[in-house]
């Protein structure tokens, strides 16, 4: 696809119910991140992976949240035992690998609404 | 030392007005200012970038004007039009190894601006 594109849009789920959201990045954009968007707030980094390198987990707010990463394109992010204040707008974006001083700019998708009932 | 601090909260400008956006930050290693415009539903967008480097970027109506001594920085927009309403977003970048991480940031709180006509 043209963009980053990420599944579902809208998810509902219980209190204590794991859930994942999935991440589609641009072809050939090897940095991948994603962030929580709570309502009101600004985006809070979450976690971020280059290439093969061991990823940057250094936003997870808690071991309930972790992320992987499947043959550099696909991503999944896991919250287990999810709980109410889990609810947020979870954005994923993409970009290429920095060369030099050019820019490269990280390209967001439209992200999933998470609701924790 | 991470934060940056974004005003105002809302803004609410006529049209053909001067929309300005601040943001103030404290950690003097950040290396890269992005804004970007996230408008209902959607995912932000990168808007205008700047570099401590420069004082000032123009971009069309957009204008980010830097002042590293005071650790701040401003959105400008110049004959706002109804059709910019949305919520802005400034972020800073920290450094880090191989420069490759251009889509970790630190985001401002946001701000919704609103543009009547």
């Known amino acids: 696809g043209a963009g980053v594109s990420q599944s579902p849009s809208n998810k509902v789920t219980e209190k204590g119910k794991d859930v994942e959201l999935r991440c589609d990045p641009i072809?050939?954009?090897?940095?991948l991140y994603w962030y929580r968007q709570s309502l009101g707030q600004g985006l809070e980094f979450l976690i971020y992976?280059?290439?093969?390198?061991?990823?940057?987990k250094s936003g997870l707010p808690s071991d309930r949240f972790s992320a992987e990463r499947t043959g550099g394109s696909v991503s999944t992010l896991t919250i287990q035992r999810t709980q109410q204040e889990d609810s947020a707008v979870y954005l994923c974006?993409?970009?290429?690998?920095?060369?030099?001083?050019?820019?490269?700019?990280?390209?967001f998708g439209q992200g999933t609404r998470l609701t924790v009932v | 030392q991470q934060q940056v601090k974004q005003s105002p909260q809302s803004l609410i400008v006529q049209k053909g007005g001067i929309s300005i956006i601040n943001c103030a930050y404290e950690?003097?290693?950040?290396?890269?200012f992005p804004w970007y415009q996230q408008f209902p539903g959607k995912g932000p967008a990168l808007l205008i970038a700047?570099?401590?480097?420069?004082s000032e970027k123009k971009e069309g109506r957009f204008t980010i004007s830097f002042n590293k001594s005071a650790k701040q920085f401003s959105l400008h927009i110049m004959d706002s039009q109804p059709g910019d309403s949305a919520t802005y977003f400034c972020?800073?970048?920290?450094?880090?190894?191989?420069?490759?991480?251009?889509?970790?940031?630190?985001f401002g709180q946001g701000t919704i601006l609103t543009v009547h006509p």
């Open positions: 974006a993409s970009s290429l690998r920095f060369q030099g001083y050019v820019n490269t700019e990280a390209f």
């Open positions: 072809s050939g954009h090897t940095a």
């Open positions: 992976f280059q290439g093969n390198s061991a990823p940057d």
């Open positions: 950690n003097t290693a950040f290396d890269y």
């Open positions: 700047i570099r401590p480097d420069v």
């Open positions: 972020a800073a970048k920290p450094p880090s190894a191989g420069g490759t991480s251009y889509g970790k940031l630190t």
